[in-house]
């Protein structure tokens, strides 16, 4: 019986293929991740400073409420479709190529009726808009 230990040559621990099988799920992971971003816009609305009337020029004054009625220089129209919205402002003219045209808008109206008002006085070619505001209480921003 032979009890000396044998020279056995001691198992290599080879660390490159690891290390390359790693690295090749790395770049997996990072190409094939999606990194979405929810956006939240966190919005303070201004107030506006009063401007003395006599300092507004005369123009076209479209007033919309809540339920999306409109009103062109205090006169109601009956029918609140783009084409009636855009004849009532253009008669309001008069003869001006370019006037102010003020937009009044209820606070509690849908976005789509201030945009149907700034899209007949774009397809009229008045370029001077406004939007009236309620004037800030003194003392406060």
């Known amino acids: ?6 020279n056995r040559d001691e198992p290599e621990l080879n660390l490159i293929p690891m290390i390359d099988v790693l ?4 770049i997996f992971l990072v190409m094939t991740t999606t990194f979405s ?3 939240g816009l966190e919005l ?3 107030k506006a400073q009063a401007v003395p009337q006599e300092e507004v020029p005369k123009g076209v004054d479209v ?3 809540a339920e999306g ?5 205090g006169t109601p129209l009956q029918d609140n479709r783009l084409e009636a919205l855009r004849e009532a402002m253009k ?4 003869g001006q190529q370019d006037p102010l045209v003020i937009v009044r808008a209820d606070r509690a109206t849908q976005h789509q009726h201030v945009i149907t008002v700034l899209e007949a006085a774009g397809q009229l070619g008045f370029g001077h808009i406004g939007f009236a505001a309620e004037a800030a209480p003194e003392g406060k921003p």
Request: glycine letters at 4%.
């Open 91 to 94: 008669a309001a003219a008069g």
């Open 1 to 6: 019986m032979n009890f000396r230990p044998q």
């Open 63 to 65: 007033a919309v409420d």
């Open 37 to 39: 971003r929810e956006t």
């Open 44 to 46: 303070r609305l201004p």
């Open 69 to 73: 009625r409109f009103a062109v220089n």
């Open 23 to 26: 690295i090749v799920l790395m």
